[in-house]
């Protein structure tokens, strides 16, 4: 991204209103890249829910399942498959905690791994992207 994306102008495109709980700021390769990284358009908004409780790199994210599926109008198991496959894909790592303790047995789900994907993928789609637009470029000018 070239610049920082002033609270003004985040407010004047969305409404304060909308942005009283706050946002989520997911990477566009996100997106252009979620068929090539395997992913559903049901993990791909998992994953976004997931995103959503990452504020910061060195948080735990520990949402409740039950809660991105009343939030995406699904089931329960619908989202375990949906991290199952994030994390069969190695897109994120989930690890187990027992009941009774700080996270109730929540899972604690690492994003890192999906963070140090996008960074390497990125430049190659930029890249994949330009030729594409280039090529446009020099077939409609024939």
């Known amino acids: 991204m070239n610049r920082r994306i002033s609270e003004a102008e985040l407010e004047a495109k969305w409404g304060k209103a909308a942005l009283s709980l706050g946002w989520t700021p997911v990477p566009t390769a996100l997106l252009f890249l979620q068929s090539e990284l395997g992913m559903s358009a049901i993990e791909t ?65 690492n994003l890192k791994p999906i963070s140090l994907i996008l960074e390497h993928a990125a430049p190659n789609l930029r890249n994949r992207m330009t030729m594409a637009r280039e090529w446009k470029m020099e077939t409609s000018n024939e």
């Not at 409780?53 to 009343?70: L, M, R």
């Not at 329960?76 to 994120?92: C, M, N």
């Open 45 to 109: 908004n998992t994953l976004i829910h997931l995103l959503s409780h990452w504020w910061k790199v060195s948080d735990e994210v520990y949402p409740s399942q039950d809660a991105i599926a009343n939030r995406m109008g699904v089931s329960k198991r619908t989202v375990q498959r949906a991290i199952d496959r994030l994390e069969f894909l190695k897109l994120i790592e989930v690890k187990p905690t027992p009941r009774g303790g700080k996270y109730n047995g929540r899972n604690i789900y």
